[in-house]
């Protein structure tokens, strides 16, 4: 089993929304800590969004704050990242990565990566 595995990519307009999921497996959730990440084309992977879901806090890059949110669906081991207002700089292909445990934040060491969705806004 993957234990991180995105879903949800695709192709929208400007100004739209998508939503990407985060699939867990084969650990206890909310003891970990969960990060959005992406790499556009030619560029560095950076980080988007962190949730620590043992204790309850997000944080978001400057670049998507108010426009993204990540949350937890409490019923199932899945994370959202809600995206709103897309603007064609957030195309992009984001992948969801697991913190190791106890890592309170997210950063490049995530242990393990999922494979990617690809994000696509037109203008």
């Known amino acids: 089993q993957v234990p991180v595995e995105e879903s949800g990519g695709g192709l929208v307009q400007t100004g739209g929304s998508l939503r990407l999921s985060c699939t867990t497996s084969g650990f206890s959730l909310h003891l970990y800590t969960i990060g959005w990440f992406r790499q556009a084309p030619g560029k560095e992977r950076e980080g988007v969004a962190c949730?620590?879901?043992?204790?309850?806090?997000?944080s978001y890059a400057d670049s998507v704050k108010g426009r993204f949110t990540v949350a937890r669906d409490n019923t199932r081991n899945v994370v959202f990242l809600q995206m709103t207002s897309l603007k064609p700089e957030d195309t992009a292909v984001y992948y969801c990565?697991?913190?190791?445990?106890?890592?309170?934040?997210?950063?490049?060491?995530?242990?393990?990566w999922g494979k990617g969705t690809l994000v696509t806004v037109s203008s």
């Open positions: 990565a697991r913190a190791p445990f106890r890592a309170r934040e997210c950063s490049g060491s995530m242990d393990y």
């Open positions: 949730i620590n879901l043992s204790e309850g806090k997000t």
